[in-house]
């Protein structure tokens, strides 16, 4: 397994760098592959391994970044919000490359794995459950997902089209693993805690405007009852222990 960690900066520079840190002290091994990408943050991130020449929000920083690794060889790539903090023990990384090839042995080919969450208000199924090991789902959040080059490559990229902004694409894109041969994976063993919109809720009016086209996107393609799609799909989950 070729794995690239990316962290997507924008914001406080304090804010990604205590992640970073977290993981270059966990994992000093791979310190060449855990990489920062500063999404054209206001403030700029030192260490960055690219910056963007404007801001590509969520959804178009995944895909740039995806291309970008995929071009260098990645099999995997890791891509995690900046206001995301480990819980676990570390090394993180090395871990979390053994967590998945068993998760693979138990499922098949895994096109989206990712960390379990302390809390989560939207997404019950992201919850951990102590002491379990594995949660095959039918999507994941988008705070910490890990996502096979292959997955990325057969879904035709990270779909975007008509919601710049970025929120219910991560549902959208992680929801197509199946159709795709790949499965969906949530590992209750690799924990993270994550602090909710803390930078969103730093730019005015931006809350609202993803809303607004987060409606429109997940509608045009889940169906006008999307709401409640993703709530059946949420609660569609079988525990692997």
């Not at 041969?181 to 590992?187: K, Q, S």
Request: aromatic share 12%; proline share 5%.
């Amino acid at each position: 397994m070729n794995l690239y960690t990316v962290i997507l900066h924008y914001g406080p520079a304090a804010r990604t760098k205590q992640l970073h840190w977290q993981l270059m002290e966990s994992d000093p091994a791979r310190r060449d592959r855990i990489l920062v990408f500063d999404n054209a943050s206001p403030e700029p991130y030192e260490n960055a391994w690219l910056r963007a020449e404007e801001n590509l929000y969520w959804a178009g920083a995944l895909e740039r970044v995806m291309g970008l690794l995929a071009a260098k060889g990645a099999s995997h790539v890791w891509f995690l919000n900046n206001d995301a903090t480990f819980v676990s023990k570390p090394p993180l990384i090395e871990r979390t490359c053994l967590r998945l090839a068993r998760a693979e042995r138990l499922v098949g080919p895994i096109g989206v794995y990712s960390p379990a969450v302390t809390a989560n208000p939207y997404h019950p199924q992201m919850v951990e459950r102590p002491g379990g090991q594995f949660r095959q789902v039918r999507y994941v959040d988008g705070i910490a997902p890990l996502v096979s080059v292959e997955f990325w490559k057969r879904a035709g990229g990270v779909d975007f089209a008509g919601n710049p902004y970025g929120y219910g694409v991560d549902v959208w894109f992680s929801s197509r693993t199946q159709e795709t041969g790949f499965a969906c994976v949530v590992d209750h063993q690799v924990v993270i805690r994550h602090k909710y919109h803390s930078t969103a809720r730093e730019v005015e009016g931006f809350m609202a405007r993803a809303a607004e086209a987060e409606a429109g996107y997940l509608a045009e393609r889940f169906g006008s009852d999307y709401r409640e799609h993703v709530k059946l799909m949420a609660g569609d989950f079988r525990e692997i222990d």
